[in-house]
């Protein structure tokens, strides 16, 4: 155990280590220029040059990423040049609104797609199923940026009864929370689903049946149970997706989050602020992958950590 | 599949028992998919391929007297937009764009997602290693965001989007194949084959890729549907093809700013692309619950 923790971390250390540099090599490979996004509208060739030198944008490839590495071991990222302030700094406020929308969706999600795939596994192929099933296929095809716009033209434009933008009280978490969950709600009701009409087609369904066990336990208790493993690693690939910014819906809604800072860092060619959003996203992402796998073993007592699966 | 058995003695199982039988339900239930899919995917595609020749005022004309009609104007079915260009001229024929790169880039991603997966699974080893460790480091990376570092960086041509969208999708193909072909290299068509002398990539290109290719390309379908969906969000984000037509997701963004007043501008882009994504989805679930087995094998 302890073994397999120890690779699957170095594992994942190399993936955000590789991720990194890419993401390094990208921004500096394409065209465009931070200092003439920095500079004011009209600034002088000498001046486009001291903001690049002042930013370090002057010196060789290999330098920089030298000189990248260095910092980045000493917990450096950089000042951020569009905000003027460390990098790390600006990715870690904007954290908890992006981190507050994942765990409201993936709850609702949750809540909602369970009962709703069991109830149309426990039902499949019967007319009432086919109407649920197309309604999740409907919900896995609408664009999500266009179910904010009409969630926010219905409830806040033409009944005003929710905040359109923002987060300043709680409710201005309904909307963007159910935009999210739409989407993410007929995707795992689909795969619950999909799961559980396999597993009440076992055999051991059938022989706890033949021994008189009531058909709710065998729904939940024994069905359920054997399909915990693909339920939460889909919830949990799910919320690591949510985590990295529902970039979209966060720009319609005007959340705070880490979305929302990601389109604007890549509008001004903001470097430091660009590596520190993916270095902080993609490391939450893969320790959430890390900790589903972690559980495994609690979901299902077959599952040994470390042996080959 | 299952057919009716027509038995000499008359047998205890009515007409009604098999109509009501999981067999049948289940075939009605894809057969009902299969034609809602096809005839919501007809309406969208139809309309957009023939956008050319149906009688619509030019998309990018500019009509600034009779701007933000609403629809069902005379001449504008879909109404006019904030420039008074016709909003169904604009979604046909940005329709064609989005439709050309969701096409596209589902092609270029089978490909490559094929050609990989197999390699992967039929060979092993290193290959094997090195393609898995890109199947699993896409997970765990931004999706969207490295999508929009690349467009912003790379300019948002028709060629970097399908490129870029592809570049998404072709994990999923890959996984697939590979799975598939680690079940399929074990049968004993391959044996056989290599007994008779054929080399590994032989074997895996003549025999092994035609068997697998038919279930891989089932994802395909389900691909395009997200392929268009990630299209229409990149360019809402203003990260989209920008000529020679604005495509779907670009035409909702500029009608935001219009949603008080005039509907129409965000709605009925909107119901065009979910018409289109359903279609295509049902499309692909209907054809995936028909090849299946039974329902508790395979899925």
Known sequence: ?309 | MTTAVSAGRPSAVTARDLARATATRQRRGARLKLWAGAICTALVVLPVTLAGVLPLPGANTQDLSRRRLPPLSEGHLFGTDQLGRDLLSRVLHGGQVSLAVGVLAVLVSGLIGIAAGAAAGFFGGWIDAVVSRFLEAQLALPLLMMLLLVVALFGPSVTVITCVIALAQWPEVARLTRSLVLVEREKAYVAAARVLGLRSWSVLARHVIPNVVRPASLVVLLLLAQAVLLESALSFLGAGPQRPFATWGRIISDGQDYITTSWWLVTLPGLVIALLVVGVNLLGDGLRDRTRPRSGKGA
Do not use: H
């Open chain 1, 1 to 309: 155990m302890p073994k397999y923790l120890a690779r699957r971390i170095g594992q994942s250390l190399l993936t955000v280590f590789l991720t990194l540099t890419t993401v390094f090599l990208l921004v500096r490979l394409a065209p465009g220029d931070p200092a003439s996004a920095y500079a004011a509208p009209n600034a002088t060739t000498a001046e486009l040059a001291r903001i690049r030198e002042q930013f370090g944008l002057d010196d060789p490839l290999l330098v920089q990423y030298g000189l990248f590495l260095r910092d980045l071991f000493t917990g450096d990222l950089g000042t951020s040049y569009s905000f003027s302030s460390p990098a790390f700094d600006v990715v870690l406020d904007r954290m908890p609104y992006t981190i507050t929308l994942a765990v409201s969706a993936i709850a609702v999600t949750t809540v909602v797609a369970v009962p709703l795939g069991v109830w149309m596994a426990r039902r499949a192929d019967t007319r009432r199923e086919l109407g649920a099933n197309v309604l999740t296929i409907a919900g896995q095809s609408m664009p999500d940026f266009w179910t904010g716009v009409m969630l926010l033209t219905v409830f806040a434009v033409v009944l005003p009864i929710l905040p359109a933008s923002g987060f300043t009280t709680w409710s201005g978490l309904i909307l963007p929370t159910a935009t999210v969950a739409v989407l993410q709600l007929a995707l795992v009701s689909r795969l619950v689903r999909r799961e559980m009409t396999t597993a009440l087609a076992s055999s051991y369904i059938t022989v706890a049946r033949s021994r008189g066990v009531s058909e709710s336990a065998l729904t939940w208790r024994y069905a359920l149970a054997n399909s915990a493993v693909p339920l939460v690693t889909a919830l949990g690939t799910r919320f690591a997706a949510l985590l990295n910014g529902v970039v979209v819906v966060e720009v319609v809604f005007g959340w705070p989050g880490v979305g929302s800072l990601v389109v604007r860092a890549l509008e001004t060619r903001d470097y430091p602020l660009i590596q520190a959003t993916v270095l902080v996203t993609a490391t939450l992402a893969i320790l959430v992958q890390l900790l589903v796998d972690l559980a495994y073993p609690l979901l299902d007592p077959r599952v040994r950590l470390g042996k080959a699966a």
